[in-house]
Each structure stands twice: as structure tokens, then as C-alpha cells.
């Protein structure tokens, strides 16, 4: 299971990082949903026991929850921290949520309305839209490219970053 987790955790790190690079050099926000806070302590939360794993996509991944509602199956992600200022969410966390939503969409065959992100002091509702699937299949389609170049520049100047990273040992570029 670590391996799958590992995988994802990957996953989010690149598309944190593509979604900022994207986001700077276009100079507006990438086009995610800003989210909405929300009250969502109904319904049946249950704990999800293994990950979700699309060959298709060639992507895996568990969300904290499923919450069984009227609407069908939702997702939620729990995060420790509080929410950013704004009542929205972090990009990287809407990107994992949209890639729990599109597992879901693909292995139980049912289209989820929306995810939760919970925060310490906050649940924001993230719509599941036609949109924000067409900015994560694009994403995972770059990244895709990505693997396959033997340089890819680094998206950031932070050595907190890189001093944290996963996958220091397997960078191809100097760390900073
Ligand atoms: S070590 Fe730094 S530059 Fe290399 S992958 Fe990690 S964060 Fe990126």
C-alpha cells in the first residue's frame, strides 16, 4: 500500500508543481474551482479501506471518506491544517480531490457531484465539474511528457522544498 501512496504523494507534488508553474506563467489562477464552505457532518462517512486504482489512467489514490449522499458517492480529504484565507482551497488539494473524483468516476462507474476538503476549522465543497476533469486529464497528460524528456526545469527556488522532498535522491538536477 505504501507504494500506492508513495505513487500519489508523487503525483500531487508534480501536479502542485505544474499547476504553479502553469499559474505563473499565465498570470492568473489556473482555473479551479474556487469551492465553498460548507456544513457536512451529514450523511454516512465511511473510512475507504484500499486505494482506488485506474490502469487507464495509470493512477491510484484514497481518499479519507466516502460519503454515500442522495447525489451518489463523494469523496473527502482531511487535512490537518487550516484553510487558506478566502474560504477556498489549496490548488493541490483540489487536484487530489478531482483525482479522487475521477477514480471514483472510474471504478465504481458513478460520477461524484462534488469532494469535501475538511480543514482544521473549515470544509470547503468542491464541484466536480467537466472542467476541472479536462485540467487534471491535461495535467496528467503533461506530466506524462514530462517523464518521458531528460530535462525538465525545476518550478521553484525554495530549499525548504527541495529539503523536504520525496524524491531528492532520485532528482536529476542539483537540489537546492
Ligand atoms: S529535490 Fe528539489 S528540484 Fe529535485 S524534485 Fe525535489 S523539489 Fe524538485
Redesign the pocket.
Same mark, same amino acid.
Given at each position: 500500500m505504501w507504494i500506492g501512496l508513495l505513487l500519489l504523494s508523487g503525483l500531487l507534488l508534480y501536479l502542485a508543481l505544474r499547476l504553479r508553474r502553469r499559474a505563473a506563467r499565465n498570470q492568473r489562477m489556473s482555473g479551479l474551482p474556487e469551492g465553498k464552505l460548507v456544513y457536512a457532518d451529514t450523511g454516512r462517512w465511511s473510512a475507504v479501506a484500499k486505494p482506488y486504482f485506474s490502469e487507464r489512467y495509470r493512477l491510484t489514490g484514497k481518499p479519507d471518506y466516502l460519503v454515500d449522499t442522495d447525489d451518489g458517492l463523494v469523496p473527502v480529504e482531511v487535512k490537518r491544517s487550516a484553510a487558506p484565507p478566502g474560504g477556498r482551497a489549496y490548488d493541490s488539494h483540489v487536484m487530489q480531490l478531482a483525482a479522487y473524483c475521477l477514480l471514483i468516476e472510474e471504478v465504481d462507474g458513478e460520477t461524484p457531484p462534488h469532494g469535501f476538503i475538511r480543514y482544521a476549522d473549515a470544509t470547503v465543497q468542491i464541484d466536480w465539474t467537466d472542467d476541472l476533469r479536462d485540467l487534471l486529464l491535461d495535467t496528467l497528460e503533461e506530466m506524462r511528457d514530462d517523464l518521458g524528456r531528460r530535462d525538465v526545469a @525545476?518550478s521553484h527556488d525554495d530549499p525548504a522544498?527541495?529539503a523536504a522532498?520525496g524524491?531528492?535522491h532520485g532528482?536529476g @538536477?542539483e537540489?537546492?
Open positions: @525545476r522544498r527541495c522532498c524524491v531528492r532528482c @538536477r537540489a537546492l
